[in-house]
């Protein structure tokens, strides 16, 4: 496929989605370290300038930022016309930024869940069907998908967020394998329990699994799935933990393995007692 005309003097860099915070700030770093210059992805406009500033001067990268919400069906056209303006085009797409519902499913605000299936799933697609061609056609750059251990088993009260994990781990696997050949790679990176604000933004900061499990810093693991995805690793997990978990999650049964992943991530209060979902009226006895 040739390089379309119009793109042939343009520089390269590096998309990070979610880059303001947690992981994906890590990430951002790990790619300016290694001399990529970046367009950074979040909502948070005045957060995203300070950070383009910071990594600007930390690691002297050029840097962009596109304020925008992923939840928004126009956000990728947003992004993709901000390159265009700027003469960039996607050499590397981190498609990190992310939504976490936690609790019972009957009590989650319905737009809530969308928005989740939007950020996680629907936004990550759309940017990868909008930048992986002109990878193709150059012959180079590739695609890092963080999704989550999550996404390897059933996950009671994080229901839709784990499902989005899991399609995203399927998806990833099933391009990884089509773009073969062709000099780009599709990889995707599971975290397990990393130090980040998602788990207070969720709701699920008295869960189990957020007491409990041991946190990885956002560094550790980014500078892992940088290594790794410049490698072209189509799963890459880091640390014995999580792997232990996958391995457990593809042979343990479901009868022992959906209960006990419920209990770790069942939605707590401050005390650790398990919220119990809000009593919903019969039916019949609604007006
Ligand atoms: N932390 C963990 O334990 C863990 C474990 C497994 C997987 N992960 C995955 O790792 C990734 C990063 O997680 P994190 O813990 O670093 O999350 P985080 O600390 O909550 O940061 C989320 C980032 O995404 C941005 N973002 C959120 N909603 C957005 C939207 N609608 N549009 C655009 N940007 C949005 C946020 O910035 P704004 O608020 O300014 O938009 C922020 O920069 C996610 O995919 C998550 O599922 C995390």
Redesign the pocket.
């Known amino acids: 496929m040739p390089v379309k005309e119009d793109t042939k003097t343009l520089e390269p860099v590096a998309v990070v ?9 890590a990430l951002a770093e790990e790619f300016a370290k290694n001399g990529h210059a970046l367009v950074l ?4 406009e005045a ?1 995203l300038a300070k950070e383009a500033e910071e990594v600007r001067a930390a690691y002297g990268v050029a840097t962009w930022a596109v304020a ?4 928004d069906h126009d ?1 990728g056209a947003t992004i993709e016309k901000a390159l265009a303006e700027h003469g960039l085009y996607c050499e590397s797409l981190v498609n ?5 519902t936690a609790g019972d499913f009957r009590d989650q605000d319905p737009d809530a869940l969308v ?1 989740t299936i939007d ?2 799933l629907r936004a990550t697609i759309d940017l990868t069907r909008r930048f992986l061609p002109d990878m193709i056609a150059r012959g180079a750059g590739g695609v890092l998908n ?5 996404g390897f088993m059933p996950v009671p009260y994080h229901a839709t967020y784990a499902a989005t ?1 899991a399609a995203l781990i399927s998806w990833s696997r099933a391009l990884a394998y089509e773009v073969m050949g062709t000099g780009v790679r599709v990889c995707m990176v599971a ?4 130090e ?4 207070e ?1 969720g709701g699920a900061e008295n869960s189990h699994y957020a007491r409990y499990i041991p946190k990885m810093t ?1 560094e550790r693991l980014s500078e892992a799935a940088y290594r790794r995805f410049k490698h072209g690793n189509w799963v890459i997990i880091e640390g014995w933990l999580n792997r232990a978990f996958v391995t457990l999650a593809r042979f343990v049964p479901g009868y022992f393995l959906i209960p006990t992943s419920g209990w770790f991530f069942h939605v707590r209060d401050d005390d650790g007692k398990p919220v119990e979902p809000k009593p919903l009226p019969h039916p019949d006895a609604r007006d």
């Open positions: 989605t979610g880059a303001t915070r947690g992981i994906g700030r992805v979040a909502r948070n957060r925008c919400d992923l939840a956000a990190n930024a992310a939504m976490m928005k950020v996680n963080v999704s989550s251990v999550e994990k975290p397990g329990v990393i980040t604000d998602i788990h933004t956002p």
